[in-house]
């Protein structure tokens, strides 16, 4: 590993362009950002978080609604050099207790309206500092940062020092290059940021490849069909799940002339549909660009820019990315056949944090991260994901552990067992069923069920639909037959 300074924020910062008085940020409710706004709303903000005298290596939480500020605060803790993470806002007070209590942060960033629960589960844990920001660009935050100063020098951090719990440092500059982001010389690209940013797609993907190419950024502070359509003449270039493509093919004013001054449209995070692809097609005369990526790793595999754009694949390995399909033994099949998908490059991160045997398991003896996804490679070298060995439902681009609710039904009164599966969905791409054996005698009811799930955790985690069942499919083994639970539920769920 290079032992030079690696801050991200430093990088980014390189690439802002020479007139700091351009447009950097562009809301949905109007606000206008300079790069210059960037550059001192950071350096207050870290300026502040510096003059907490944090722990080298403290880890700063931050769950709040999206907004510039939001975006500020996750640059300025580059900036400072202290560990960002991000957390969803839909997270409860259980999933917030455990997160806090796991990454011990120093600090705790919430919205006002959390701030209550939030500052209690934090200050039980040992954290020191809790403020509030929220979307509005209120909150104790930005009331203490406004007395710091604006000059601020970058905090040195080496190359493999932890940048963000979820990933080291990126792999922006390659999809710079891959993807063809236009320099501001050459015309420049406007991104429309329409993403949540706790996670990567939106943190990563997105923000630093406007970031690092010096491009504005249209800020939505949530995706809203209508709203994508209204900024799309202005801008060059669109990143978003499926399901967000799923949307906008849904509103008639999705057409040729809306879309004509864009350049590149960006799929990843959850399988598009051939369906999508070529509806897309055919509306707007733009083919999807899909890629492939994870936490873990950041991007692995995109189609290319300028070479066939193939639906249904999500592409060649990027540059530095070596990607390879293997058999249960771990030896590597014929090109063409199904397999599980390992890979190994720069972009891989160091490890779960406070995990060692956990990383240790999820890496091959030759330094190989199994990803867990299960797929081929054709002649082409273009790689097609057909499904998962993990067992984990992609709901419009959130991750659902059906373990996290199948403990968490298993332990409500009069619950034997219970299996959850992901079956699809015409809008979600996927989302869950949740199956309850009740104990006998007991008679259960399936909306109370979902209810009590809801009162407690995140609501997108939240199967769609729970029926009881008297007993679950299961092999000679004893294991629950998940595939066929898929299958039978498959139908009814599309509702
Ligand atoms: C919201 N809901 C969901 C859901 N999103 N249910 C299942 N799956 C989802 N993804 C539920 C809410 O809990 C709520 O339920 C109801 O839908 C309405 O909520 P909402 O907040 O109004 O939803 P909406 O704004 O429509 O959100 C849908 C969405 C959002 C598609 C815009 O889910 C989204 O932004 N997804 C993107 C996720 C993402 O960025 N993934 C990248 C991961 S990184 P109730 O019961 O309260 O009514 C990664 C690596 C890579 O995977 O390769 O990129
Ligand atoms: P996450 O853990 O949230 O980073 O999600 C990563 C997972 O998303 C990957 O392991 C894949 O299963 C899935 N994924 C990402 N991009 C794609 C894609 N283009 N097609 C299919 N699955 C994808």
Redesign the pocket.
């Known amino acids: 590993m290079p032992a030079a300074s690696a801050n991200l924020y430093h990088h980014l910062r390189q690439a802002f362009p020479a007139d700091l008085e351009t447009c950097a940020v562009e809301t949905d409710a109007g606000q206008l950002y300079s790069w210059r706004d960037l550059e001192r709303g950071t350096a207050m903000l870290a300026n502040f978080l510096q003059s907490l005298e944090l722990p080298e290596g403290s880890r700063i939480a931050v769950q709040v609604d999206k907004s510039v500020e939001a975006l500020m605060l996750y640059l300025a803790i580059l900036r400072a050099g202290y560990v960002f993470l991000p957390l969803n806002t839909?997270y409860q007070s259980a999933e917030m207790e455990y997160f806090i209590g796991n990454a011990e942060p120093a600090v705790v960033v919430c919205s006002t309206a959390n701030f209550g629960w939030v500052s209690t589960l934090a200050f039980q844990a040992g954290t020191r500092w809790v403020f509030t920001l929220n979307d509005d660009r209120t909150g104790s935050l930005l009331e203490r940062a406004a007395h710091a100063s604006d000059q601020h020098e970058v905090a040195v951090k080496q190359a493999d020092d932890v940048a963000v719990i979820i990933y080291t440092s990126g792999n922006a500059r390659v999809l710079k290059d891959y993807w063809a982001w236009r320099s501001p010389a050459e015309g420049g690209d406007v991104l429309i940021h329409a993403?949540?940013i706790f996670?990567?797609?939106?943190l990563f993907?997105a923000i630093h490849g406007a970031l690092i190419n010096g491009s504005k950024m249209i800020w939505l502070a949530?995706?809203e069909p209508k709203t994508v359509l209204r900024y799309l003449p202005q801008a060059s270039v669109f990143m978003g799940?499926p399901?967000?493509y799923v949307?906008l093919l849904n509103e008639p004013g999705l057409t040729q002339e809306v879309t004509r001054h864009m350049r590149l449209f960006i799929s990843?995070?959850?399988p598009l549909l051939m369906d999508t692809f070529k509806a897309w097609q055919r509306r707007t005369g733009h083919t999807i660009l899909e890629?492939?990526?994870?936490?873990e790793t950041i991007?692995l595999t995109s189609n290319p820019y300028l070479g066939e754009r193939q639906g249904g694949t999500v592409g060649l390995p990027l540059p530095g990315v070596s990607l390879r399909v293997v058999d249960g033994q771990g030896a590597a099949v014929p090109g063409g056949e199904i397999g599980d998908i390992q890979v190994k490059g720069p972009n891989v991160f160091a490890g779960y944090w406070r995990m060692p045997e956990k990383t240790a398991e999820e890496f091959t003896l030759d330094g190989f991260f199994k990803t867990g996804d299960v797929g081929k490679i054709d002649a082409q070298g273009y790689v097609t994901i057909v499904g998962r060995s993990k067992d984990l439902i992609?709901?419009?681009?959130?991750?659902?552990y059906p373990a996290e609710l199948e403990s968490f039904i298993n332990d409500l009164p009069g619950v034997q067992e219970s299996a959850v599966v992901g079956v699809p969905h015409p809008d979600?791409g996927e989302?869950g069923v949740a199956l309850v054996v009740p104990r006998q005698g007991v008679q259960l009811d399936a909306k109370h069920i979902l209810d009590q799930l809801?009162a407690t955790l995140?609501?997108?985690k939240?199967p769609?639909q729970c029926h009881v069942l008297a007993d679950l499919p299961r092999n000679t083994m004893g294991k629950v037959q998940k595939n066929l639970l898929r299958q039978q539920f498959a139908c009814s769920s599309n509702s």
């Open positions: 839909a993403l949540p996670h990567v797609h939106g993907v949530r995706f799940v399901t967000l949307r990843g995070s959850a890629r492939y990526g994870m936490s991007m992609i709901s419009g681009g959130y991750n659902v979600f989302v809801k995140a609501h997108y939240v769609k």
